[in-house]
């Protein structure tokens, strides 16, 4: 059976201890472990440096279907459900759901693909009306929590009960909160005390409940539930009835980290405590716990093939990725160093004003730093000297608490609104919540390398880089911020838009820049001394890199949903598809590329599998020329193959036009990521 582990009992079975930051580089804080209960930025702590920044909305978010007093769900994957005038379909898979004028919708996806996509969008299989004729309905989120959603229908001003559904769960439950007359499909039909079933589409539904059915009219008395469900084409109606009988009030989480694993635990809150079903997604199976019961059947899905488990929680893990703010250029030795280090001051030489902005402002505060950490490396301390007073002196100007009083670029509002940290100058959308996690992540990785050599920065810089970090990562309570506003725990990565006013779900494309940014808030947590925080990022960091491997680049291509798909990557990853397609490019190098960028010291995770890296980049590089958009970053992503991959990429690097190098790159930094792969330190 699947148990809830606490994080602290995880902690104790895998010798896990608490994290300790150590002096010197950020190059691998230690692993650690955990208390989710533990509050991250709670209001007491975090509510005095709000108090210090202007407050300001931007751009107000759309209406919202939310109860009072809950803070904007932006960027997540119901996000949808909540924000525009009319609500987007949602996909707590397996199945996916939608709110409609009288009630609500649900089915599971037909998955099919194509030549460039993967579809298994919005199913309305089973409606579900709850509003008497002639009588408007009115639905709002009541409450959620890190893998539910609980929405309350009401109609002339009465509660008439709550629907929840959660990611992982096949089960959309309905509980009255008076006596209810709901209007079902036609085809429910007994199956036993009860229990009914239908058949649409070729998938068989099911129904559970105390209620009385007569023709499509099912009569819920007060306090009573309804559950209905899909039942996967090879189980059976009797297992997902027994687990339908004990509806899911709401999850929880745990998690905790070894240097070789990261665990993640989601509990599954019934009314009776009894065991329920979670179908576990591909980055989930290989780790599942050894006595997990996975046996209730399977269902096809845009990730792959989702497997059905019984219990009370689903425990799973995942390679462990290690935090780093340095590459490892120890046995880089003689003409090699001596040329970094000229590049190094050339490149230092030709850099300009560092751009105003949230995104290109930060990637450009990361490329020095890069260059930073690589000058202390490769004895070019003049170089040295010069970037940590141009880095200081910008990171000072960003993160000056009242900067936007009398500025409109290079400082940080606080939206009273949406509950969260936005950057001026706004960039991609970031007013209405958009690609935080991408954008602040390059001010963290920054500020640590930096504060490597400096700790009265990391004191200075503190208050409001930590608000950046709590529109991120806060948990347990707070008045200020969601709960780890971006970062899904069920499927193991984060959403990007904040609103999702999509059709297909919320969505990501740039999974390597989402594992950069928890990569930068554990290297910033463990510079500042934050145990808490460097924990619950080195998990995201980790988790986020599994998920990235699992559904953008590296998929287990014999999964049949790929069967009529014609790449070896999927660049923009939905709630309801999979595409082969970028926000800004047609380019088959952008399909690749922006998956590897900005290729920082953690970035090895993308070369577990070398074979996988050939094929990636034959499918977005196919004449083999490297003078293509994001060129930089595919030469360091080849040298992922192998030591020999290594020393040809660091040959083409030598007539890679300067173009090619993208601006939160340096050619200096390139030469050091090929030179490092090329001759691996010892050990």
């Known amino acids: 059976m699947t148990v809830l582990v606490a994080a602290a009992t995880l902690a104790a079975a895998a010798g ?38 202007p407050e300001r909305t931007i751009k107000p978010l759309p209406a919202a279907r939310l109860a009072d007093g809950l803070i904007p769900p932006t960027n997540r994957w119901f996000s949808g459900l909540v924000f525009g005038d009319e609500p987007m379909p949602v996909f707590p898979l397996p199945l996916s759901f939608q709110l409609t004028g009288t009630g609500l919708a649900f089915g599971l996806p037909t998955v099919t693909s194509d030549s460039a996509v993967i579809l298994g969008g919005n199913t309305p299989a089973i409606r579900i009306s709850l509003a008497a004729d002639g009588q408007a309905l009115e639905q709002v989120v009541t409450a959620y929590d890190e ?21 992982g769960s096949p089960f959309v439950s309905f509980t009255a909160a008076t006596d209810v007359d709901l209007t079902l499909p036609a085809g429910f039909t007994a199956a036993g005390d009860g229990v009914w079933r239908a058949e649409v589409d070729g998938t068989e539904y099911g129904l559970v409940s105390a209620g009385a059915l007569s023709g499509t009219g099912l009569a819920v008395p007060r306090g009573s539930t309804a559950t209905w469900f899909a039942v996967p084409a090879d189980g059976s109606l009797a297992t997902l009835a027994e687990a339908a009988g004990h509806p899911v ?28 079903l979670v179908a576990a997604m591909p980055h989930q199976q290989a780790g599942l716990a050894a006595d997990a019961r996975c046996d209730a059947g399977s269902y096809p899905s845009i990730y792959g093939t989702l497997t059905l488990c019984a219990g009370t929680a689903l425990t799973w893990t995942v390679p462990t990725v290690q935090p780093s703010g340095t590459l490892d250029l120890s046995a880089v030795e003689g003409e090699d ?38 000058a202390r490396q490769v004895g070019a301390d003049d170089a040295a000297a010069d970037l940590t007073d141009r880095l200081a002196t910008a990171l000072d100007e960003w993160l000056e608490a009242a900067g ?10 606080y939206d009273p609104q949406a509950r969260g940290i936005v950057g001026l100058a706004t960039s991609f959308g970031s007013e209405e919540f958009n690609d935080h996690h991408f954008h602040y992540g390059y001010f963290f ?79 910033w947590a463990a510079a500042s001394d934050q145990a808490g925080l460097q924990a619950e990022a080195e998990w995201m960091l980790s988790s986020e890199a599994a998920s990235a491997s699992a559904y953008w680049t590296d998929f287990d291509l014999a999964d049949p949903v790929y069967a009529s798909f014609d790449h070896t990557v999927t660049s923009l990853v939905w709630g309801g598809k999979r595409d082969y397609a970028t926000w800004f490019s047609a380019e088959p190098s952008a399909m690749l590329g922006i998956l590897v960028l900005p290729m920082s010291p953690v970035a090895g995770y993308l070369g577990r599998d070398p074979a996988r890296v050939a094929a990636n980049l034959a499918d977005s590089v196919p ?21 020999d991959a290594a020393a040809a990429a660091l040959e083409a690097a ?20 090929l030179m490092q792969w090329r001759t691996p330190p010892a050990g």
Request: net charge negative.
């Open 654 to 673: 030598d007539t890679l036009p300067a173009a090619r190098i993208d601006d939160g790159n340096s050619r200096a930094y390139l030469l050091a990521w």
């Open 249 to 276: 009030t709401g999850t929880r989480l745990e998690y905790g980290s070894t240097t070789d694993a990261a665990a993640t635990t989601i509990a599954y809150d019934t009314v009776d405590g009894g065991d329920t």
């Open 623 to 643: 004449g083999g020329s490297y003078d293509v958009m994001f060129g930089d970053y595919l030469l360091m992503y080849a040298a992922l193959q192998g030591p």
């Open 16 to 53: 896990l201890v608490a994290c300790t930051p150590t002096a010197g580089p950020p190059a691998a804080p230690p692993a650690g472990s955990a208390q989710p209960t533990d509050p991250i930025f709670p209001t007491a702590e975090i509510g005095p440096l709000v108090n210090a920044l």
């Open 337 to 374: 160093r001596q040329r970094l280090a000229d590049q190094v001051r050339a490149d230092v030489d030709s850099t300009g004003t560092f751009a105003a902005d949230t995104y290109f402002g930060g990637k450009s505060l990361y490329r020095a730093a890069n260059l930073l950490a690589v």
């Open 404 to 413: 936007c009083v009398d500025r409109t670029e290079r400082c940080f509002v």
């Open 445 to 523: 990785y920054a500020a640590a390398v930096v504060a490597a050599g400096d700790p009265a920065a990391a004191e200075r810089w503190a208050p409001v880089l930590n608000l950046l970090a709590a529109d991120l990562a806060t948990s347990g309570d707070s008045e200020y911020f969601p709960t780890r506003r971006v970062f899904d725990a069920y499927a193991g990565h984060s959403w990007a838009s904040g609103t999702s006013p999509f059709g297909d779900g919320n969505n990501q494309e740039s999974s390597s820049e989402a594992v950069t940014a928890w990569n930068g808030l554990a290297l």
């Open 147 to 167: 893998a539910s959603v609980t929405i309350t229908q009401r109609s002339a001003g009465n509660d008439l009960g709550s629907t929840v559904i959660a990611e």
